[in-house]
């Protein structure tokens, strides 16, 4: 089994990407998804907000794992050891058809069993499907430099082909309803 993660620049695609093969498979989904709640691009303050990946968008205080302000951003690691670390755990307990990790990056740099129990999802039996950003973070190298981990860069050009492509690597390990 192979593992994908996928890297690009900023609003690329990388996460619609993950909507297709979701939807496309029909799989059933652990782990967790991120995203940027109403106010990305109107307040002088947002936040960063995670969920359980098989759950619906809440953009609310208890989902929220980093504020963004013209001072700076400033990660909620107590949220990522707590809540972050509960979803992981779920999906590992749950066994989904893929654990999507959307996305692995620097506000977890502080978050150690966080970052442990991520690592621990590809040792699982359970395809994943995650994200990293361009740079990569110290702490993901324990992933992607595995040999059963492949990451692919989107691009404006390649990501309907990468849609494609992996919604056939995921549909083997997806169960008959």
Partial sequence: MIHYFLTGEQQ??????????????GARVGGFRTAFGPDRFSAEYKFLY?????EEFV??????????SPEG???????????GLEIVNRALTEKPDIIILDECGRL??????????VISTLDSGI?????????????????IY????????????????LAVMLTGEYM??????
């Fill in 59 to 68: 953009p609310d205080a208890e989902h929220a794992i980093a504020r963004f």
């Fill in 12 to 25: 690329v695609g990388k996460s619609t990407i993950i909507d297709k093969v979701i939807k496309n498979t």
């Fill in 108 to 117: 977890e740099s502080e978050a150690l069993n966080f970052q442990e129990a």
């Fill in 127 to 143: 395809p994943v499907l995650g994200v990293i950003p361009k740079r990569i973070p110290p702490w993901t190298r324990k992933m």
């Fill in 50 to 54: 995670m969920r359980d990946a098989a």
């Fill in 73 to 83: 951003i400033m990660p909620f690691t107590a949220r990522f050891e707590s809540s």
């Fill in 172 to 177: 083997p390990y997806v169960r008959q309803k």
């Fill in 146 to 161: 595995r040999d059963d981990v492949k990451v692919l860069e989107v691009t404006v050009e390649n990501r309907n082909r």
